[in-house]
Structure formats: C-alpha cells, structure tokens
C-alpha cells in the first residue's frame, strides 16, 4: 500500500513538474496551450509547463523579456506577445526558441531590434511587428528568418528599406507595410524595384503612401513611374531598364498592390527628378515613330514606283502613235501614187 501511495505521489509530482499551471493562467494540457492573456501581468510567468506549445501573453503590462523568459518552454511553436509595454528585445531572447512558427509582437513601444534577435527562429513563418516605433530593420532580420511567409511592419516609423533585407525572404508571400512615413527619393529606389518584382512573382502588398518629397506625397510609390527616378545615381548601373517595363507593365495590368542612402529627408537635390521627365510609355512612343516611318517610306516607293511606269506607259504611247501616224502618212502617199498611173491609161483607151 505504501509503495503504491508513493508511486502515486512520484506520477502527480512529475505532472506538476510538467504542467504545473500558473495561477493567474489557464492551462490546457490536450493542446499545450497556456493563456496568460489580460492578467495585469508585468513579467513573464517563470512557471510555465514545459510542454507548452502555445502561449498567449497578450494585454499584459510586460516591458521586459530577456534570455532566461522562455528558457523552460523550449517547444514553443506559437507566442503572443501583443499589446503589452515591451520597449526593447535583447539579442538572446528567442536563443532557444528553435520550433516557434508565429511570433506576434504588434501593439508595443519596441524602437530598436538587435541585429541577432531572430537569428534562432529557423522555423519561424509569421513575424507581426505592427504598432510599433521601429524606424530600421537589421540587416542580419532574414539571415535565418528566410522561411517567413508573413511580415507585419504596419504603423511603425521606417522611411525606406534596404533591397536586400528584403530579397533573404525567398518564401515571403504577404508582406504589410503600411501607415510608415515613406521617403520616396532616390533612397527608396531599391524597394521599389523588389516590391515590383515581388508582385510580379505573385506576393501581396497593402499600400506603400509617399510622405515626401513634397511633389510625392500621399501617392503610392508602387503608381510612380520608374521614369521619374532616373535622374537618382544607381538607377542605370542597377536596374536593367528592360526589366523595369516588364515589371511595371505587369503591376499596371494586374492592378495590385536598397539602396539605403544618407540623405533619407527628400531635400537631396541630386536625387530630385527633372523638370521635365520623359512621358512614362517612351518605348511605345518610339515604337509608333519608327512604325510610321517604315509605313510612309513603303508609301512612297509604291508612288515613285507607280510614277516610272506612268512616264515610260506614256513615252511608249507616244512612240506608238508617232509611228502609227508615220505609217499612216506613207500609206496616204502610195495610195495617191496608184491614182496618177492610172489616169493615162484610161485616156489611151478612149
């Protein structure tokens, strides 16, 4: 009977050890799920069960997260850190984190990301980083994140992104980037160029409104022409000029919606469009010149042409007649001729 108590006692204590459920928290052990969602919290419960597979810890009042808030839910595949007071996300946070597919982290007051902050997320498919204060991404954001299908960065202070942030993300499928102050000058040029592209290979984009310069703002950077960036340093040794037709021809049938300078304000004058710039279908323009040209020079051999052949018909036709009254003369002659010789030989036989 002991032997049993103390089995029994060894199973209930090795389950708390496994889902030992925080108070404040509802834990669901059939789908390792542990909400902690709107409880005032302001840290991270250091109790949680260590088979959790889904943890809820949005609307809560967390400002910091750090390497050792995760490090005993290593199986995490889904985390929600929303709309909490989170300020700052320290380089190690997700060191273990090797299984998180979602990570939501919309609704805080994060204004910096440490370039290795994701650098653990290898399974990671959905980032969120709406509604927040971020003004740069790293460049390292897509060095392990590559596998991303979603990219939230709604609501945040950036201006431009670099291209090739961007270009690491080859399974990108949605990306939301709206409500951000974009500066549409010649440093947004490489942005531009992959979200045409990134449209041309099917993706989905919401809305990138210009907020500068002044002759640009509130239209949508993927409506501007390429033409109007031409005037920018890096247009003609980048951007092959073909490809860029391409791309915008099929942006403008489809009807859908980095180079990371200094001078990020649009007041950089070298970087400004010319007065006057060249109209946005300039191929098909030339195309129709060149199409009329070819057309009027037929014409116009077929009315040279149409020309010799009236001179030499009417030269040959003069020649004709000319000979037709020759012989017509000389018959005329002969005929009188014959007349004279037989008037004596009539007058001989009378």
């Not at 709309?83 to 805080?108: A, D, E, G, K, M």
Request: hydrophobic share 40%; charged share 15%; net charge neutral.
């Amino acid at each position: 009977m002991k032997g049993g108590l103390l089995f029994a006692s060894c199973v209930i204590m090795i389950f708390h050890a496994t889902w030992g459920c925080p108070e404040v928290c509802n834990c669901q052990p059939s789908s390792r799920t542990v909400d902690c969602s709107y409880r005032g919290l302001l840290d991270v419960p250091s109790l949680l069960p260590s088979q959790t597979q889904v943890l809820y810890l949005q609307g809560n009042q967390i400002r910091i997260i750090n390497h050792t808030s995760f490090i005993n839910v290593l199986g995490l595949r889904v985390l929600d850190l929303s709309n909490n007071s989170i300020s700052r996300v320290p380089p190690y946070t997700f060191h273990y984190l090797h299984f998180l597919q979602v990570l939501n982290l919309t609704n805080n007051f994060i204004h910096y990301l440490e370039g290795q902050v994701f650098t653990p997320l290898l399974a990671l498919k959905k980032l969120d980083l709406s509604f927040n204060n971020i003004s740069i991404l790293p460049e390292t954001l897509g060095n392990s994140t590559r596998n991303l299908t979603f990219l939230g960065l709604k609501n945040n202070h950036l201006q431009t992104v670099d291209r090739m942030v961007l270009e690491t993300f080859t399974d990108l499928k949605i990306l939301l980037a709206k409500s951000n102050p974009w500066q549409c000058s010649c440093p947004v040029l490489g942005l531009k160029f992959w979200l045409e592209n990134f449209l041309y290979k099917g993706g989905i984009i919401d809305e990138l409104i210009c907020t500068s310069p002044e002759d640009r703002k509130g239209k949508d950077l993927l409506k501007i022409p390429f033409e109007l960036f031409k005037s920018c340093p890096l247009f003609i040794t980048s951007f092959p000029m073909s490809n860029i037709h391409q791309h915008s021809s099929e942006h403008r049938n489809n009807g859908r919606h980095g180079y990371h300078g200094e001078h990020m304000d649009g007041s950089h004058h070298e970087c400004e469009p010319k007065p006057k710039p060249r109209p946005a279908n300039l191929r098909h323009a030339i195309a129709t010149v060149v199409i009329t040209g070819v057309v009027c020079g037929i014409v116009c051999l077929m009315m040279l042409a149409a020309a010799v052949y009236g001179c030499a018909y009417a030269a040959i036709m003069a020649k004709y007649h000319k000979e037709l009254k020759e012989v017509e003369r000389m018959a005329s002659t002969t005929e009188h001729g014959s007349s004279e010789e037989k008037e004596p030989l009539d007058s001989s036989l009378a």
